[in-house]
């Protein structure tokens, strides 16, 4: 029986070097250094085909059997140094599918743009695209799980994985913003120590409901002299990664606010030709809270209706009442009577105030009664509140 699905990848890769020994993706050499302006540039082109056969097909008219499509790739990268200590890189990606007609195929961007240098022999920066590793628990791209072993037949197509997603091999994660370094050396006691600190971009805003988000943060590291009769030595390092969400930025009021501590050390017990023992670890804490933006008069309302329900509750009981009653700050008569007539229904005064009517003069002392009694406990307050605890509002009956 023929396959369901039969697939051949043809993959020639080939690599256009204008310069030799650079590429278009990363720095030239450390040979190529200095001032000057070069080209360089990578190129490949990937064909696949792909049938479809068995005895569905057979029947099937309306599927195609065979299909073959492909791409033709290609980096151009300029690369500029005008001086000993600045240099400048972009790289612009031309590709074009099989199958376009005239052009209509061929797309053009910008791969990969950043600038770099060095300030006054001591700062070394870099802005734009960049590359940043710290440890694993803060800012960390891991290796591919469960990819062991891999026939070489796979290695052409891993390796344009490797490249188009920019995968240095150094657990880097590509980030676009800007970072900051630079070491110490010492005579004793400690060998070297660094510095390093960066802040991106993780996502731009869609200026509606997506706020742009950033990441910033650092590390200091030391490295002790060799001591002991083993050449022990050992590195410790404090890292600190805090991402928020920017919202000024388009029309989201709420956001995210995630800091990570760690604490590294490696610590080389025996270091000797052949082997070495080490002792590595690392530990720390994080933190997520979610920010509100309180500029928005609608959302500063609700969380302030939120915040009222949550301290006490809409209705008071009766012993809140009598107490609110005890200390209000107008105890008159009618005051003394809310605590009597604030466990009747409203219906009730209804027909008090009806059969009053009847009565002749004393109709508007009796319907007036109620109103008086609800104006007072409006104003009643707890001494240990400022908030009113008694706000009952019987319905004045309507008096001819």
């Given at each position: 029986?023929?396959?369901?699905?039969?697939?051949?990848?043809f993959?020639?890769?080939?690599?256009?070097?204008?310069?030799?020994?650079?590429?278009?993706?990363?720095?030239?050499?450390?040979?190529?250094?200095?001032?000057?302006?070069?080209?360089?540039?990578?190129?490949?082109?990937?064909?696949?085909?792909?049938?479809?056969?068995?005895?569905?097909s057979?029947?099937?008219t309306?599927?195609?059997?065979?299909?073959?499509?492909?791409?033709?790739?290609?980096?151009?990268?300029?690369?500029?140094?005008?001086?000993?200590v600045?240099?400048?890189?972009?790289?612009?990606?031309?590709?074009?599918?099989?199958?376009?007609?005239?052009?209509?195929?061929v797309?053009?961007?910008?791969?990969?743009?950043?600038?770099?240098?060095?300030?006054?022999?001591?700062?070394?920066?870099?802005?734009?695209?960049?590359?940043?590793?710290?440890?694993?628990?803060?800012?960390?791209?891991?290796?591919?799980?469960?990819?062991?072993?891999?026939?070489?037949?796979?290695r052409?197509?891993?390796?344009?994985?490797?490249?188009d997603?920019?995968?240095?091999?150094?657990?880097?994660?590509?980030?676009?913003?800007?970072?900051?370094?630079?070491?110490?050396?010492?005579?004793?006691?400690?060998e070297?120590?660094?510095?390093?600190?960066?802040?991106?971009?993780?996502?731009?805003?869609?200026?509606?409901?997506?706020?742009?988000?950033?990441?910033?943060?650092?590390?200091?590291?030391?490295?002790?002299?060799?001591?002991?009769?083993?050449?022990?030595?050992?590195?410790?390092?404090?890292?600190?990664?805090?991402?928020?969400?920017?919202?000024?930025?388009?029309?989201?009021n709420?956001?995210?606010?995630?800091?990570v501590?760690?604490?590294?050390?490696?610590?080389?017990?025996?270091?000797?030709?052949?082997f070495?023992?080490?002792?590595?670890?690392?530990?720390?804490?994080?933190?997520?809270?979610?920010?509100?933006?309180m500029?928005?008069?609608?959302?500063?309302?609700?969380?302030?209706?939120?915040?009222?329900?949550?301290?006490s509750?809409?209705?008071?009981?009766?012993?809140?009442?009598?107490?609110?009653?005890?200390?209000?700050?107008?105890?008159?008569?009618?005051?003394?009577?809310?605590?009597?007539?604030?466990?009747?229904?409203?219906?009730?005064?209804r027909?008090?105030?009806?059969?009053?009517?009847?009565?002749?003069?004393?109709?508007?002392?009796?319907?007036?009664?109620?109103?008086?009694t609800?104006?007072?406990?409006?104003?009643?307050?707890?001494?240990?509140?400022?908030?009113?605890?008694?706000?009952?509002?019987?319905?004045?009956?309507?008096?001819?």
């Amino acid at each position: 029986m023929r396959p369901l699905l039969r697939t051949s990848l043809f993959l020639a890769a080939l690599t256009l070097s204008l310069a030799p020994g650079a590429l278009a993706q990363g720095a030239p050499e450390p040979e190529e250094d200095g001032p000057g302006v070069r080209f360089n540039g990578y190129g490949r082109s990937l064909v696949q085909q792909t049938g479809l056969g068995g005895t569905i097909s057979d029947t099937d008219t309306l599927s195609v059997e065979s299909l073959s499509d492909g791409e033709f790739l290609l980096d151009l990268a300029v690369n500029a140094q005008p001086n000993d200590v600045t240099e400048v890189q972009g790289v612009i990606r031309v590709r074009n599918e099989f199958g376009g007609f005239f052009g209509s195929g061929v797309t053009v961007e910008v791969r990969e743009l950043w600038a770099r240098g060095i300030i006054a022999d001591v700062l070394r920066y870099r802005v734009g695209d960049m590359d940043v590793a710290l440890t694993p628990y803060t800012l960390y791209l891991p290796e591919a799980d469960g990819v062991i072993n891999t026939p070489a037949l796979f290695r052409p197509l891993r390796e344009v994985i490797y490249y188009d997603e920019f995968y240095t091999g150094f657990n880097e994660r590509r980030l676009q913003g800007g970072k900051l370094d630079f070491g110490l050396q010492f005579e004793q006691g400690i060998e070297a120590a660094e510095v390093r600190a960066f802040v991106a971009r993780l996502r731009a805003t869609d200026f509606f409901e997506v706020p742009t988000r950033f990441i910033g943060g650092g590390r200091v590291g030391a490295t002790s002299a060799r001591f002991g009769p083993y050449d022990s030595q050992a590195k410790l390092g404090v890292n600190l990664v805090y991402t928020w969400d920017d919202l000024g930025s388009g029309e989201a009021n709420t956001g995210i606010r995630n800091s990570v501590v760690s604490f590294d050390g490696d610590v080389t017990v025996l270091d000797r030709d052949a082997f070495d023992l080490h002792l590595i670890g690392e530990g720390g804490f994080s933190s997520v809270e979610r920010a509100m933006d309180m500029d928005d008069p609608e959302e500063a309302r609700r969380s302030r209706l939120s915040k009222t329900t949550q301290r006490s509750p809409r209705t008071p009981t009766r012993s809140s009442r009598s107490d609110c009653l005890a200390h209000s700050k107008a105890p008159t008569s009618a005051c003394r009577r809310c605590s009597s007539t604030s466990g009747r229904s409203s219906t009730a005064a209804r027909r008090r105030a009806s059969a009053s009517t009847t009565r002749g003069p004393r109709a508007f002392t009796t319907a007036s009664a109620p109103a008086a009694t609800s104006r007072c406990c409006a104003m009643s307050r707890c001494p240990a509140s400022s908030t009113p605890r008694c706000r009952l509002s019987p319905s004045t009956p309507r008096t001819p």
